[in-house]
């Protein structure tokens, strides 16, 4: 059963534009959500999160939003650089913080 | 580098062999999740650990896997007479607290079975 979820694998975006990463979830008691990078043979790196008190957080070139209504979180990076082209997850946990439930990944190009 | 360290970052194994997967968590954490990726597929939980306790291995399988993390020393992940499925990249993570409180992963160890 997967908790979360990403519809897209694969995402290509031209550079200085905006890449959009969609997740979805369906466990209403998720309170805590994040989003990690991964490059080929490392693992996943955080890069931003945020919690179900709040809709929007923002690091940088990175904004999170969060829909707790429709269960769907977003990952915007503006603008998109070369660098971002990784695979991206979206996870989420619940207020015991015994599990991080990961969704399957969408892989990002940015296109120079 | 005060990041999670696992090792060996690459393990063959004949079938039958055991397996032993070590993770040393980030400076601090006393929280330590195991996950598994099979390719093509997202991170699969296995199990959280504190210090000498398992807090929760619902997602491992119920035999031939094992899971550690004394009061001194890495956590290990033990699978014993492993079988080709079990070829994955397993990946340890650690966090300062259970609760929101983002895991910080490590690099990984590939397990190949042939």
């Known amino acids: 059963d997967q908790q979360v979820k990403q519809n897209s694998p694969s995402l290509s975006v031209q550079e200085g534009r905006i890449s959009i990463l969609n997740c979805d979830y369906t466990?209403?008691?998720?309170?805590?959500f994040l989003w990690y990078k991964k490059y080929p043979a490392e693992g996943p790196t955080f890069l931003i999160s945020?919690?179900?008190?709040?809709d929007k957080n923002e690091d940088g070139r990175f904004t999170v939003f969060l829909n707790k209504s429709a269960k769907h979180l977003s990952l915007h990076i503006v603008p998109s650089q070369p660098g971002d082209s990784a695979v991206y997850f979206c996870?989420?946990?619940?207020?015991?913080?015994?599990?991080?439930?990961f969704g399957t990944g969408t892989s990002l190009t940015v296109i120079p | 580098n005060a990041g999670v360290m696992q090792n060996p970052r690459h393990l063959v194994r004949r079938r039958g062999q055991e397996a032993r997967l070590r993770c040393s968590p980030m400076?601090?954490?006393?929280?330590v999740y195991w996950y598994r990726q099979l390719p093509e597929e997202g991170l699969k939980f296995m199990v959280y650990?504190?210090?000498?306790?398992?807090?929760?291995e619902s997602g491992m399988p119920k035999e031939r896997f094992s899971a550690e993390f004394p009061k001194e020393g890495p956590s290990i992940l033990r699978i014993q007479q492993v079988v080709r499925g079990d070829s994955a990249a397993y990946f340890c993570?650690?966090?300062?607290?259970?609760?929101?409180?983002?895991?910080?992963f490590g690099n990984g160890t590939r397990l190949t079975v042939t």
């Open positions: 993570a650690s966090s300062e607290s259970g609760e929101n409180s983002p895991l910080h």
């Open positions: 466990n209403s008691m998720f309170d805590y």
């Open positions: 945020i919690s179900s008190i709040k």
């Open positions: 996870a989420a946990s619940g207020n015991t913080g015994n599990q991080f439930y």
């Open positions: 400076k601090g954490h006393s929280h």
């Open positions: 650990l504190q210090k000498e306790n398992i807090i929760d």
